[in-house]
Structures are given as C-alpha cells and as structure tokens.
C-alpha cells in the first residue's frame, strides 16, 4: 500500500521525494467550492468513437464477461450505440474511427490512449486480445496531425479508461492495481507536464478508473469509494470537499452510473437510481439516460465508448 507522501506526482517528480503540501489541499478546496457557485462554461467538445460494427464478447478479460461468451448481441449494440451517439450530438462534435473485424473491444474508445495538448499518449494493453488495436489508434492520430508520445519501456497503461482529468483544476487523476501500472502515473507527469495522482484500484469488476470515478466541471465528483484502498480515498478525500464529493451505492455503480460523460450541465449514462439523480439535479446537473445494458456485458458503457480530444 501505497503512502500519502508517494502520491501526489508533479511534472518532474520522482515518487519518494515528494511530500503533499498542505496549503494546496486547502487551495484546492476553497477553490472547489468558490467553483460551485460559477455558471458552467459552455463548450462544445470533440469525442472519439468507433461504430461497434464487429462488437462482440468472444473472451473474458473482466469479471462483466465472464458467462457473456457469444451473448451479445451486435444488432442491439449497434442500435444503443447509435443513440447514443445523437445524444452526444447534440452536444459535441463526434470524430470516429473504422471498426476492425477481429477486434470486438474497439468500440470502447476510452481506452485507445490519452489526449492533451495536442499530444496522444496511445495505451500499451495489459491482455493481448486487446493489443491489436493499438496500432490501429496510432495510426489514426497520427495522419489526422496529432504528435506521437509514448511512455518509456513497456509500461502498461490503458488510456482515458484509467486517466481522468480534474474538471476544476490542472491535475489527472490516475487509476493503477488493475490494469495500468503505478508506474504509468510517473511517466504521464514527466510527458503531459502534468500533476498526477495515482488512486488504486481494488475490486476487479472496477478494473478502471472510469467504472467508478467521474470528475464533473466545477470540481464536483462522482465516485464509489469502495472501489478504491482506504489510501486512495484519503488522497481524494484531502483534495475533493465532502460538499463536492457524490458517493454512489453499489447497486448505482453496477449500472455503471459512474462510466458517465460529462457535457457542461448534462452527465449522459446509463441509468441512476432516483436518489443519484436528486443529488446530480442539487449539485446543478441533469441526468440524460441512454440505454447501454449490451455494453455491460463486456464490462464497458457510456464513459468507456467516447475517447475526449480536448
């Protein structure tokens, strides 16, 4: 287990010579809650997707596929991926990929690499059933004119699904323990220039961040604590006022409400019991439910098939 000094990763840094300052939890604080009070700014954003043309559940990486082999169904996919897909349209812009017979992941754009100024960091997949993609992803980026930066050796680290940007303050909230490795935070700092803060993941039905975390604008954040070790929730808790914090129960994360997509004022996902609505509706949000059930059974839903290219 990892210790609070060992957390919080600036640009730079190495792990065990930094110490979290104190001032800045404070800072971040009353930052967070001065932000509550500000109107969203309106944005349109740009999302990655990829039409689940050949999606399928063929293997079982996760604990969502296993007894899900040859169970889904590509008609339904398709179908909740295309309204999805016009929500999100309404919304922001969407850019998307082709679709690659023998990789039924695809779709799951999140986990395709990281974007951030101007600069793709694509993901080195801990499984191999899933490694076939990443050239497909590169390759992408790179004709449409995005730079190239890879994390040093063969460290394991699998995008946006496991890399989330704070919506208040410059810093990326960084999953590891099942899929990323620890040591992704480290090289994500010194190659984005960015503060890190590695959380570790304990329950294997949320193997990434997204499944359980969701940095909202204003610094409001929706997450399932249990998912994480109590080092991990400290580390948030420090950073994120209780005011700010929404904690789902298990049943609102087992839909996945978590896995949401965050567009100013609107959080498209899933489903959220009434009580996770009514507190999302208090905080200054409304809740656009899409259906995505076929996704689950490959451990994926809203968040985890849009990559964001801001």
């Known amino acids: ?15 065990r010579d930094y110490t979290l300052p104190v001032p800045a939890i404070v800072d971040r604080m009353h930052r967070s809650q001065q932000s509550a009070l500000a109107p969203a700014r309106a944005q349109r954003k740009r999302l990655f997707m990829c039409a689940p043309d050949h999606f399928a559940v063929s293997y079982s990486i ?13 008609s339904r996919a398709k179908a909740q991926w295309t309204a999805l897909r016009e929500i999100l349209g309404r919304h922001a812009t969407i850019e998307t990929i082709d679709a690659v017979e023998g990789l039924p992941d695809m779709p799951f754009t999140a986990n395709a690499g990281l974007l951030h100024d101007g600069r793709f960091v694509p993901s080195r997949f801990r499984h191999a059933e899933r490694r076939g993609e990443e050239a497909h992803f590169i390759e992408w980026f790179r004709r449409h004119g995005v730079e190239i930066g890879r994390l ?8 946006a699904g496991d890399a989330l940007f704070d919506e208040a303050i410059a810093l990326l909230w960084m999953g590891h323990g099942q899929r990323s490795e620890f040591a992704a935070a480290a090289g994500l700092a010194r190659l984005l220039d960015v503060d890190t803060v590695p959380l570790r993941l304990v329950d294997p039905r949320f193997y990434h961040l997204d499944t359980c975390f969701c940095p909202l604008p204003r ?36 839909a996945f409400a978590c896995n949401a997509i965050s567009l100013g004022s609107a959080v498209v996902l899933h489903r959220a019991s009434g009580r996770l609505k009514r507190q999302l509706d208090d905080a200054g949000f409304t809740v656009i439910e899409t259906a995505l059930n076929e996704f689950h059974k490959a451990g994926g839903s809203a968040k985890r098939l849009t990559l964001r290219m801001e």
């Open 1 to 15: 287990m990892n210790s609070l000094a060992d957390v919080h990763i600036p640009a730079g840094t190495r792990l």
């Open 62 to 74: 996760n604990p969502w596929m296993d007894g899900q082999l040859g169970r889904a169904s590509g």
């Open 152 to 159: 040093p050796g063969r460290i394991l680290f699998e995008g």
């Open 219 to 254: 610094g409001v954040l929706l997450w399932y604590p249990a998912a994480f070790d109590e080092d991990s929730r400290a580390l948030v808790e420090s950073r994120i006022h209780s005011s700010q914090r929404i904690a789902v129960d298990e049943a609102d994360a087992l």
